[in-house]
């Protein structure tokens, strides 16, 4: 429903705004990064060690100019594989936390629209838990043709558990398409 919610914004904003032109684009991308967390505080007692390498994939569809000081705005959805993790309590425990995420995305364009800024919120969603997300980063696409670009992004976020804030750290790059100019 949230994410349902942030694409009809983003198309409103994007045909509704005078001056901005329709620029809808798709990306796929894949990520690697590490996972910083405190195994024991977020999994209780016991004695653990944990494999922190992150890896996943994810679709994205924006809206918006990327214009000098333009603004794009879309959804994303994406699978992370977040941490394993091996221990013991009290018997021996092993398991890895696969986590699908849907972000909400705002990617600002300053000056010469070389860069964006980006600022992410939404749900990660592992097991029976989901947890509110919160993330920004930095990046860039590099025109290979009229429509197609390479993405090349660093994203550092926050994942709200109750237990132990989890912060996956990502590099991600991958493929967008803009559909029409």
Known sequence: ?????????????????????????????????????????????????ADYLNYGASVAALFGSRASRGIQVGVEAGLTHLITYYGFYPELRSDDVNAWRVLGLVRYWPGEAKWFLEF????????????????????????????????????????????????????QTGLAYQLGR
């Open 120 to 171: 992410a919120a939404g749900i990660n969603t592992y097991g029976s838990t989901s947890d509110p997300t919160l993330g920004g980063g930095v990046g860039t696409l590099f025109d290979i043709s009229e429509r197609w670009s390479v993405l090349a992004k660093a994203r550092a976020s926050l994942v709200s558990d109750g237990l132990a804030p989890i912060f996956p750290l990502q590099l």
């Open 1 to 49: 429903m949230k994410a349902s919610l942030i694409l009809v914004i983003g198309l409103a904003f994007t045909f509704l705004t005078p001056g901005v032109a329709a620029q809808p684009w798709l990306e796929v991308s894949g990520e690697a990064g590490l996972t910083k967390v405190h195994v024991q505080d977020w999994l209780g007692a016991g004695t653990y060690d």
